[in-house]
């Protein structure tokens, strides 16, 4: 197996007790409570709570896939002098790849996870909540899919770039090294409410500054520009690197940036894709499309609340709802080529108050056991 069982955290069995008393309450009023609730989430070796409680982890660790390296610079490496060489003379750098932490639970049901994070964000989205209650890493453990957390190339901790960014995004401009603030843009795109930090009527968004603290700190630049090509090229690496561990397809969930990947990443290894609010679906007709129909991978994407009835004078609204649009438009042609597609508005589903990130919201295990349905339908 070629680098799989690299940096190995844990190849026996470790017991994960997720602690009544946090996971299933809104814990904002105490910083001190959200902070230790998402730590509490990993105790080792406590057993003395209800099985449907009890998470036991067979073995865990992290490794990279994809990725290149550089040319060396030009001249000659001296190891005398070695770092102290500001001109790094001989040297390369191991750049562009995905780094992936993973979990096999004990009751693994042989349909692991791929989990990849949109714009801003880390693989940590997927594993805790703002007030520190159960991620849906660990929602889907319990269900016995094993978990692969993806931080994509020129992100989080597989930050290894060329050149720093220059992405509008991330940076005031072409060359600039200084990151650009966005807490309340974001705020208000991700619909979470107008102007952080009110949300909107019925939000199942955590309440308190806390939460609010931890959501924001939770976001990540990228530290070299943003290249789909790239990151989907890294994907598929991942995927094959989860096949030849598990001896299974993947079922592959994506969010927001990330479901514009999660479309160019090669086939042959998922399973399933299942999108969170992606950036946008797939164009009816184009090679992505046809890659995706011709494999036959089924398809559902979600949407939240605050998009049909969203304040009409924010740009978002019109973005999102254009989004939705779309996606609905590709299910109809999927389906009507023989593919299998389903866009999931919740409200209409009678889940509302959800934002952009309803996988962290009050109702993420409600959210959950809605997916799950959708796979288990499938086999999966």
């Not at 105790?43 to 009890?54: F, Y």
């Not at 940590?124 to 692969?148: C, V």
């Not at 969170?276 to 036959?296: C, D, H, R, T, V």
């Not at 994407?301 to 969203?310: A, H, K, M, R, V």
Request: include cysteine.
């Amino acid at each position: 197996m070629k680098r799989k069982l690299t940096a190995i955290l844990a190849a026996f069995a470790i017991t994960v007790t997720a602690l009544s008393g946090c996971n299933d309450n809104n814990n904002t009023d105490n910083g001190s409570d959200a902070k230790s609730a998402a730590s509490a989430e990993t105790v080792a070796g406590t057993t003395d709570t209800a099985e449907s409680d009890t998470l036991v982890i067979k073995s865990q660790g992290m490794f990279s896939s994809g990725g290149t390296v550089t040319e060396p610079v030009p001249g000659e490496y001296d190891p005398t002098t070695n770092w102290l060489d500001t001109e790094r003379s001989g040297n390369t750098a191991h750049i562009d790849h995905a780094n992936v932490f993973y979990q096999i639970p004990e009751n693994d049901n042989g349909n692991p996870i791929v989990y990849l994070h949109g714009y801003g964000q880390s693989r940590m989205g997927w594993m805790t909540t703002p007030d520190g209650r159960e991620g849906w890493s660990d929602i889907f453990l319990k269900k016995g899919h094993s978990a692969f957390l993806v931080d994509q190339p020129r992100r989080g901790e597989a930050g290894s770039a060329a050149s720093m960014t220059s992405d509008d995004l991330d940076a005031w401009g072409d060359g600039m090294k200084d990151y650009k603030p966005g807490d309340q843009a974001w705020y208000t795109h991700f619909r979470i409410g107008r102007v952080a930090p009110e949300r909107y009527e019925g939000s199942q968004f955590p309440e308190g500054e806390e939460a609010q603290d931890q959501f924001f700190r939770q976001m990540t630049p990228n530290t070299g520009s943003y290249d789909q090509a790239v990151d989907a090229a890294a994907l598929g690496e991942v995927m094959a690197d989860v096949k030849e561990m598990t001896g299974n397809k993947a079922i592959f969930i994506t969010h927001s940036q990330g479901g514009r990947v999660g479309w160019d990443v090669p086939v042959e290894n998922i399973s399933a894709i299942v999108a969170i609010e992606p950036g946008g679906a797939p164009e009816i007709g184009s090679e992505q499309y046809n890659k995706l129909l011709e494999a036959k991978i089924p398809i559902t994407i979600y949407f939240g609340d605050y998009i049909d009835n969203g304040p009409e004078d924010i740009q978002s609204t019109a973005f999102w709802k254009g989004v939705r649009d779309g996606a609905l438009e590709f299910a109809k042609a999927y389906n009507e080529a023989g593919g299998d597609a389903t866009v999931v508005d919740l409200p209409k589903e009678g889940i509302t108050g959800n934002s952009h990130f309803m996988f962290q919201e009050l109702n993420n295990k409600e959210i959950a056991a809605h997916i799950e349905k959708w796979l288990e339908e499938r086999g999966l």
